[in-house]
């Protein structure tokens, strides 16, 4: 299971391919439409580079067919054809989307494959669930379960004290959409930007509020067996009211390519961010009402001689990690496999899972993925 079609050369494409061939063990195939991206793409004797038009089924099936196992990280809206280009090829498949329609389409196209479906596999949803369920396990009732994500610029400077520090079509889509939450039992939908929460992790507040996507197969794993499900953003204070002011007493919400074009030209990009995880979860452990916290900083780092950010590295890694693991057993097929299926211990031992371990966050120490 060596040969690996890796479908978009933007930022974390880039750096899942540069993770898979430095170990040595994957001859990628990175696909991209546009030439220029791939012509920046770092050369290797295990990576190969081919312009693709995702469009094109027939040649798309064509092209990820040759392959052990399609690893999409194209757009959310490209997911549901790169996931049946990867059925019909009998390639197993993994993809980084939080976007819920897309990942019911990969569910559905899951159901009658011959092959491994592992969608999700970024941060959030991604390792995020796999803690949560480790967590979770530490319970005979669960009762409340929070878990909140960050992807932070470490120096803001402007009112929304945000910088881009991923795709801006991705932000655009948490903030808009519907968010699934499980409240006093019921699992049901809510606006995003709202149930805004005040938190405080080592001295620094934060604010937190409602965003689409991050808890991914959770609501319906855990519905019937948890009170309270949530999933919410990390900002600093003062992001909320001015994107809810925006969104909504301006209806940017209902112009989306407005939105995305202000995004893309008016917040600068940063390559100093912290990805910040912190996970809540209450429930009963012999007969008492006990409270579980985990968090976690984790800061961008170099590798093969390049800088990468926090949240390229964080959502790269867990993709990887997820390959390694269905490569070596690990993970089992065919059909859907969901996060909070894959085993934690697992995942921290495999040599790229390892970033999100307790001691090695820091910054400034290289990333080594050899066995």
Known sequence: MNRVAVVGAGQIGDLIAALLVESGDYDVTLFDSN???????????????????????????????????????????????????????????????????????????????????????????????????????????LDTVKLKVGALPRYPSNALSYNLTWSPAGVVNEYCNPCTVILDGQCMQVPPLEQ???????????ESFNTSGGLGSLASTWDGRVRNLSY?????PGHAAIMRA??????????????????????????????????????????RLEQVTYTNRIYGRKFAGRNYTAIQLCTA???????????????????????????????????????????CGSAGQPIRVMR
Do not use: M, W
């Not at 919410?232 to 600093?236: D, V």
């Not at 909070?340 to 001691?359: H, K, P, T, V, Y």
């Open 196 to 206: 805004r929460e005040v938190l405080f992790i080592d001295g620094v507040q934060y």
């Open 246 to 287: 925006l969104l909504r007493d301006l209806g940017l919400s209902n112009r989306r390519e407005l939105l995305l074009d202000i995004f893309a030209h008016s917040l600068p990009v940063t390559s100093q961010d912290v990805v910040i995880i912190f996970i809540e979860i209450a429930g009963r452990r012999n007969g």
């Open 35 to 141: 030439e220029c991206q791939l012509a920046r793409i770092r050369a290797h004797p295990r990576l190969s580079k081919s312009r693709l038009d995702v469009a094109d089924a027939i040649t798309l099936q064509d092209a990820v067919g040759q392959h052990d196992v399609v690893v999409n990280s194209a757009p959310y809206y490209l997911t549901e054809s790169i996931a049946r280009a990867a059925a019909d090829g009998c390639a197993h498949y993994i993809d980084l989307t939080e976007d819920v329609a897309s990942t019911r389409a990969v569910g559905t196209l899951a159901a009658n494959g011959r092959t491994t479906f592992v969608p999700q596999c970024g941060l959030a949803p991604g390792i995020v669930s796999i803690l949560a369920a480790d967590i979770a396990h530490e319970f005979d009732e």
């Open 317 to 359: 890694s867990s993709a990887c990690a997820v390959l390694d693991l269905l490569a070596d057993g690990c993970i089992r097929g065919p059909g859907l496999v969901r996060q909070e299926d894959i085993r934690l211990a697992d995942f921290l031992a495999n040599r790229f899972g390892r970033i999100f371990a307790s001691d």
């Open 232 to 236: 919410q953003s990390i900002r600093y």
